[in-house]
Nanobody, 113 residues
Framework: VQLVESGGGLVQPGGFLRLSCAASGFAFGMSSMSWFRQAGPDRELVATIVSDGFNSEYADSVKGRFTISRDNDKNILYLQMNSLKPEDTAVYYC????????WGQGTAVTVSS
């Protein structure tokens, strides 16, 4: 099993980024998937999408700004982040909603002017 996150970087407040998570070694197309972020000691669940992509849920802090999506043909999970705020600064990770897979290295997002 491998999860490889990418797409992070430094962006100004109000800006946007698109994160990707390349998944391999498990039945990605049959798994609900989530994005998490960690800015301190705790990891926060940001967004979840079901296996077929037709339903998703978001943390209140990102609702209306972030969009989770997936490409089951390519085994890639995405997170489109718009209207970024300094409080979105964190390392972002993908996993199942129950954190059942080994964590990847994450991708760092810094929102700062």
């Amino acid at each position: 099993v491998q999860l490889v996150e990418s797409g992070g970087g430094l962006v100004q407040p109000g800006g946007f980024l698109r994160l990707s998570c390349a998944a391999s070694g498990f039945a990605f197309g049959m798994s609900s998937m989530s994005w998490f972020r960690q800015a301190g000691p705790d990891r926060e669940l940001v967004a979840t999408i079901v296996s077929d992509g037709f339903n998703s849920e978001y943390a209140d802090s990102v609702k209306g700004r972030f969009t989770i999506s997936r490409d089951n043909d390519k085994n890639i999970l995405y997170l489109q982040m718009n209207s970024l705020k300094p409080e979105d600064t964190a390392v972002y990770y993908c996993n199942t909603p129950w954190s059942t897979l080994d964590w990847g290295q994450g991708t760092a997002v810094t929102v700062s002017s």
